[in-house]
């Protein structure tokens, strides 16, 4: 037998019982009795998936397909993005660039100007890669200015995380336009307007107070670089060329990806998938090691040993990051394959709730079951879809519907979501501190989301 001939007999109640109390015994494994995050994880996914009723022949695979699934989207990125950051550490690339924004900014606004950064890089590269991509800057401005690493990272952070749900070319917002039939077009530009605004109050002033009240220390987990910078550093502006060609290839990718939905060109041209597969963002990021690992080492007069070590430096301290990461997916894998999350959306369905009200208690209580957003919001918007069908709602309500379910996918983001694990680790935090902050976080964003949607969904 495999899990899609199988079918779930327990009822919403004892489902949501045995996710509230795996999540509860987790919490008591790794807060209170101190067990490795990795293996807590594990243990909790395999009672889980036997309590749920999952067919024991099949437990070890649905273990290891939400790992091996986590894994594919998050090692290659986090592997590239470590060697890519620990390159721009030890050249003194980061402290360059982090001495001109001072310069530019000002060490007031410096919180502000990375999370506008993270903002523009946010709009076509993925949370996860933006992130990686964008600590050692982060670190390197804490480390200037001094404070928690929470005031320059959380703005930062939440700038990806914003971008990542609500605005295409995104996967989850572009899923739920399609599925509800919205404008791409109309998506975009509200998503945007929304995106902003909720960004500011979220993750920039709330960032700036919980702050100053949770004081941690600038992580070394991208090493201890001051004794290890060059004495001649690259210049700003090669910096920021590094940091643009990702971008530049990622947005080439997306914007060929969209033409050719489009039918503005043609997707049986041969250099169509090329263009595509270099513009992937593993794959952009692979090339942007190379090519950093040219300007800032051997053209710096390094050998190639020497760069080997580097590389190989940044591997290390990421692996723990790595597989937490998956087995954080691994968990939310068994409470998506278990029907906890599809058996309480269904539920929720049937209470008549104004359409834009039940599309994000759809979504948040999907992701709060299994933990992906992308799956929470692609799932609601299916469940959604008959009522959006059948009612007479102009292309506005309908976006505003859409921004309704990215609000309540991002909300309450805890242990059953890789990103929490993601985040948790690359700033050191334990649990107790990543639940204070980065789940709140998630938490407003998705609230100052929805009430921005509906404020739109009224006016439309």
Known sequence: MNTDEWTQTLGVGPLLG?????IAVLLVLIITLRVHAFLALVVVSIAT???????????????????????????????FGAMLGRLLEVSGGAQSLTDAMIRRFGERRAPLAL?????????????????????PIVFSVARRLGGSVL??????????SVMH??????????????????DIGLVIAFAVLIAVPTWYLTSYLYGMWIGKRIVLPVPDIL???????????????????????????????????????????????????????????????????????????TRRGKGMAVVERVLDSALGPVCAIILI??????????????GIGDALAGSLSDLGLPVIVAAYVIATALRIAQGSATVALTTAAVLVQPLVADGAFNSVEVVAIVLALAAGSVTAG??????????????????????????????????????????LYLVA
């Open 165 to 182: 749900i609500y605005v295409p070319p995104h996967p989850g917002p572009v899923a739920a336009s399609t599925l509800l039939g919205a």
């Open 18 to 22: 045995i996710a509230a109390g795996a």
């Open 49 to 79: 998936a036997f309590a749920t009723g999952i067919p024991a022949g099949q437990i070890l695979d649905t273990l290891t397909e939400g790992f091996g699934s986590t894994l594919a989207s998050v090692a290659l990125l986090v592997g």
């Open 414 to 455: 805890h242990v059953n979501d890789s990103g929490f694990w993601l985040v948790g680790r690359f700033f050191q935090m334990d649990v107790k501190t990543t639940l204070k902050t980065w789940t709140v976080m998630q938490t407003t964003i998705g609230l100052v989301g929805f009430g921005l949607s509906s404020v």
């Open 325 to 338: 990461t998956g087995a954080g997916g691994m968990f939310g894998g068994v409470l998506q394959a278990s």
């Open 223 to 297: 090493g201890d670089t001051e004794a290890d910078q060059d004495e001649q550093p690259p210049s700003p502006s090669t910096v920021i060329g590094l940091l643009l060609l990702p971008l530049v290839l990622i947005f080439a990718n997306t914007g060929l990806s969209t033409a050719g939905d489009a039918g503005w060109i043609s997707t049986d041209a041969g250099w169509y998938d090329v263009v595509l597969t270099l513009g992937s963002t593993p794959i952009a990021l692979l090339i942007t090691v190379f090519v950093a690992s040219y300007v800032l080492g």
């Open 151 to 160: 005031l320059y990272g959380l703005p930062a952070a939440g700038a990806f």
């Open 115 to 135: 999370g506008i950064a993270s903002l523009l890089f946010g709009f076509p590269i993925f949370f996860d890669a933006g992130l990686v991509v964008m600590l």
